[in-house]
């Protein structure tokens, strides 16, 4: 019978909502802008769906968990009516990067299979410090930005890893934990390392890829063109509020306005004059509701293919729906869309995420003038 570990990063994610851009080190700002923890509801909506599938199976494979006490695992698993599990830690009242590394130790020394956690990569590094590639981790979609290939698609998916996994179904394959140094990240350099690698359950359509690292300075041309073609259109709409999110190929688009665009924020633009930067959820919301036309402006991220769920959690279920799924733009030039094959949705709103996935393929702009339909993961 398989050992299976599982955690909960409490405050995993919150910094996203409110601008913080992750929550290392920032748990007392996150709350103090008002925010409040999601990973908890991640993992619940992992567990939903994993008794749902365990549920419809004739032979059901046995395993128990090792967990923490409370809210970080203990809660979570009772709440969704497992009683297969033992207390292995039992964290700090105030839990801590310390006490992710004391609970996987703890699962290790207890003879885990797997370690399943819940959290971005900052817990996936804290994990496979402990675990480095001798024990297989599982990660919970949760952070603010999730680039390593540990983590399932989404919390659903997730679940239909663990499924598999525990009937033998799954290689283990090493992949890598890179994580993003935050403190430059707030500051709008994107400087994202190599951590180590890990072992993971693996299977293609449910497993997160690596994010691809591209040369912003490739493809310079291609990516201006795209530009042209997005300020053309804000030219003849001048009564239009566009929301330009975060990364290298939105960028170009406030250099070709001329404004001092946020690298890894959220900004908005009317009448091609910056009108609010690096904006948070409340903020987009206020400016919504004073404006009677907004377009969103996204770029995937390389290889994963997601557009929102990843980086942008400003962009929260409440402002997208407002905005509306046919006044969302995607920009990408071919040389990432060649590396990425789907382009994919996580904005923690199953039906929401479905609403966006309704189409089978998604008109991309790749140049001016220029589109190209890539496939929509469902």
Known sequence: MKKIGFLINPIAGMGGRV????????????????????????????????????????????????????????????????????????????????????????????GADLIVFCGGDGTARDVCHVTGTATPILGIPSGVKMYSGVFGVTPARTAALLVAYVRNELDIIETEILDLDEDRYRQGEWVVRLYQAAATPFEPTLTQATKA???????????????????????????????????????????????????????????????????????LLDLID???????????????????????????????????RENIRIIAAPAKLARTPVLRFDTGDASLDALLAGVDYWPVITGYHKHRMVKVSR
């Open 19 to 110: 601008g913080l851009k992750g929550t290392d080190g920032m748990a007392k700002q996150a709350r103090a802008l008002g925010a409040g923890p999601v990973s908890a509801e991640r993992a619940a909506e992992m567990l939903r769906e994993l008794r749902l599938v365990l549920g419809k199976l004739d032979n059901v494979p046995e395993f128990r968990w090792l967990t923490c006490s409370g809210h970080m695992g203990e809660d979570a698993l009772t709440d969704a009516g497992f009683t297969n599990f033992d207390i292995a830690f039992t964290p700090s009242e105030t839990s801590s990067h310390r006490d992710t590394t004391d609970a996987s130790k703890a699962f290790v020394s207890s």
């Open 213 to 283: 690292m591209f040369d912003e300075h490739a493809d310079a041309e291609v990516k201006h063109d795209i530009a042209d073609h997005l300020c053309e259109e804000m030219k003849r709409n001048p009564q239009r509020l566009y929301i330009l999110g975060p990364g290298g190929t939105v960028h170009f688009v406030g250099q070709r306005l001329n404004i001092e665009k946020t690298l890894l924020g959220i900004d908005a633009v009317l009448a091609g004059n910056l009108v609010a930067s690096d904006v948070n959820e409340q903020q």
């Open 290 to 324: 004073t404006h009677d036309e907004v377009c969103l402006v996204l770029s995937p991220i390389g290889a994963q293919g997601f557009v929102l769920g990843r980086g942008n959690l400003q962009l929260s279920p409440n402002v997208v729906s407002r905005i509306g």
